[in-house]
């Protein structure tokens, strides 16, 4: 069962799965990605964390200072406060299930953020989609702003009740937090000692552009669109994922 | 303003976020209703602006998973409006427990407005209603308001002939249109839940915030419509409605759910006294 908490002085919340194996040693952190993303991975993680649970490793889910039901707004989040969020978790669940091995985890920027925190108890790391670099993913986050400001200019000219001309943004990101994002790039040599990333893509080019040493495509291809309202479950991704979290 | 989780269901099985005013004696008590299949604290940290932004006017707020959705495991073989009710009763259960019984507001964007409503037509604790989205039958002027409506468009009536066609056709195949599908996707409130619904607040004087965007349209095209064609006497005191037919359904716009919050937490103010001293009716 999901024990549901708040810690770090009650800023932060987070969700314990306690390993089905109470002796388990093993931990696994997920680091959530953001703003829309995060709407749309959220019960993927939740079963993903239930699943690696069950198979013997103790997760740790939790939300970024500013974002979910954590405390805070994006205005008061810097990329420092994020990379302080998440070594805070990983200290949370060897305090709580005793762990002495993390696996860290993480979607789309929550994995480039993972990767540049280091941890003595954290061994390896596996992601799923991880950005490559802040740059990318914040010209990336524009162009879904310009794609939600045509999308109000069809509904505007669909119902006729005219258009509202205002800052089309999804989320509106403080300076310092852009420019925190801006600078951050994928660390792809992970863990104590350093070895090569495990990266699970929703993307046949990127598995077949030999970009990662270790890079597996499960055969099923999706994108992380704005516009489509839909939650992302893909099974093959998340069987994956798993797979590799709970492998020695 | 404190969060806490709480638990409710079989063996604890799922869990929510209460937010907590500084003096929650007495306080009613808003719940926050999933919108759609996301979970809890969505669309985009929604339910939890409006759930921190209502504790700080006095509620006591949670914001909750039913069955099947964030992080509530889901409960197989069942019809989603039992899956609802059962859920509702041990939601409501917990929350008794912990508070006794009080006053209850439900918030709902979408199904999440959907399910507001059915609830509220079974639950007499139920005396306020913030609905978004929430399905609302046409009254006498809806058609002839969107046919001045469509010509007074220049686009819409370049595009008459098309649309006539594409009516005929699909009449023709039995297939239904986008906004139908749409509508069919989701488990809405039936003629007589509505009655009992919007009855029993006019009854125990409570109240109802009803916002509408561009979903809603063109099913819904005037504020008052909702009201109007509910046609119960008293509603139009209770409820206040709002149009705001350039936004879309989920507030992906920060200014969007910006302006949203601060309504909601507006009307949460102004009826805090109501929404605490109504009684059942």
Known sequence: ?248 | MKEEPFRYGENNRCFGILTLPDNPDEAPIVVALNAGLLHRSEPYRLNVLVCRGLAEAGYICARIDISGKGDSPPREGMKFRDLVDMDWGFIRQALVKRFGERNIILLGLCSGADNGIKLGAQDPLVRGLVLLDAISPRDAGAARRELMHKLGNFRKVLNIPRAVLSRVLRRISGKPSAESEQLMLRDLPTEDDLRQCFGRIVESRGRVLAIFTSHAYPQYNQAGQFTRALDIAGLEDCCEEEFWPSMMHLYPVEIHRAKLVERINQWGREHLTTLRDSAGA
């Open chain 1, 1 to 248: 069962m999901i024990e549901p908490f708040f810690f770090d002085n009650a800023q932060l919340f987070g969700c314990y799965h306690p390993s089905a194996d109470p002796a388990s040693t093993r931990g696994v952190v997920f680091c959530p990605p953001l703003f829309d993303e995060y709407r749309r991975s959220y019960r993927a993680l939740s079963d993903l964390a239930n699943a690696c649970a069950k198979n013997g490793v103790h997760v740790m889910r939790f939300d970024f200072y500013g974002t979910g039901d954590s405390q805070g707004m994006l205005a008061e989040a810097s990329v420092g406060r994020w990379r302080n969020d998440i070594d805070t978790a990983i200290e949370e669940l060897i305090s709580l299930a005793g762990v002495e091995t993390i696996v860290m985890s993480g979607v789309r920027f929550g994995a480039t953020l993972a990767s540049n925190v280091s941890h003595a108890a954290v061994k390896r790391a596996v992601f799923w989609d991880p950005v490559e670099s802040g740059g990318q993913y914040l010209d990336w986050l524009d162009r879904a702003n310009e794609q939600f400001r045509q999308e109000h200019v069809e509904i505007s000219r669909y119902t006729g009740y005219g258009f509202d001309d205002i800052v089309y943004e999804n989320f509106h990101l403080p300076e310092q937090l852009k420019e925190g994002l801006s600078g951050l790039k994928l660390v792809t040599e992970y863990g104590t000692p350093p070895a090569p990333i495990q990266v699970i893509t929703s993307q046949k080019e990127i598995a077949e552009s030999h970009r990662f040493e270790h890079c597996d495509y499960p055969g099923v291809e999706h994108d992380w669109p704005y516009y489509f309202d839909g939650l992302l479950a893909p099974k093959p991704v998340l069987e994956q994922i798993a797979e590799k979290v709970v492998g020695a």
